[in-house]
């Protein structure tokens, strides 16, 4: 009797289940490359690039920031041939599961390059056509303000700008990815587009190597720049958050 009542108790408790950590609200990585060369000719180069993320339900908040500089030193004399510095955030509003409202600011210090300063703000509508997990894309429209200054003239123009920005990721690991990313900005006084190609392969725990490939073109630069730059790189970098 005894022994049938407190089977009877154990059974009418109820299941105690433990749920999982949610995420943290907070992720990113940073990443830095060093390539130098010795002999006659003298080179040395680095990149390092870094982005932090905030997710909540309805908010997403992203900062990157980046730098790049090159230098050949021959026969004594030591000549950069690459050197720039952008930041970046962008705040975004889910208004649905796949729609969003997002606001970008976003600057650039280019010392080599034909345009020495781009600062651009700009808002609009994105919509992610692909939600994963193995395959990501999101497409925005949007509009706004631009101010550059030219790198020989110093000349400087104030724009209104419409912009277009796709983003593309495949997750073929859990932590490895290949990503496209393409962004153009159009006004009176210049086209500035830039391609993002990314190869990211997890190594040891959250360390990764990630390669690049970056593409930034301007329909109008001064007299004797290029109108295409190309930025090859290769970096370790180390995840956090995830």
Known sequence: MLRTLGLALIASVPAISVAADPPPPWSGELSAGLVMTTGNSQSASTNAKGEGVFNSERWRNTFTGAAIKAEQTTAGVEVVTAERYTVGNKTDFNFTD???????????????????????ETAGYGRKVLTGPAHLLELEIGAGARQTEAQVTAERFDDFIGRGRGAYKWNFSET?????????????????????????????GKLFALGSYTVRQNSDVPPGARKTDTITAVSLGWTFGK
């Open 98 to 120: 796949r729609d969003y409202a997002f606001f970008a600011l976003e600057f650039e210090k280019d010392l080599i390059g034909p345009v020495r300063e781009r600062t651009s």
């Open 176 to 204: 490895s990815y290949f990503g496209e990313t393409v962004k153009v900005e159009s006004g009176d006084s210049n086209t500035f587009s830039e391609s993002v190609t990314e190869l990211r392969v997890s190594l040891v």
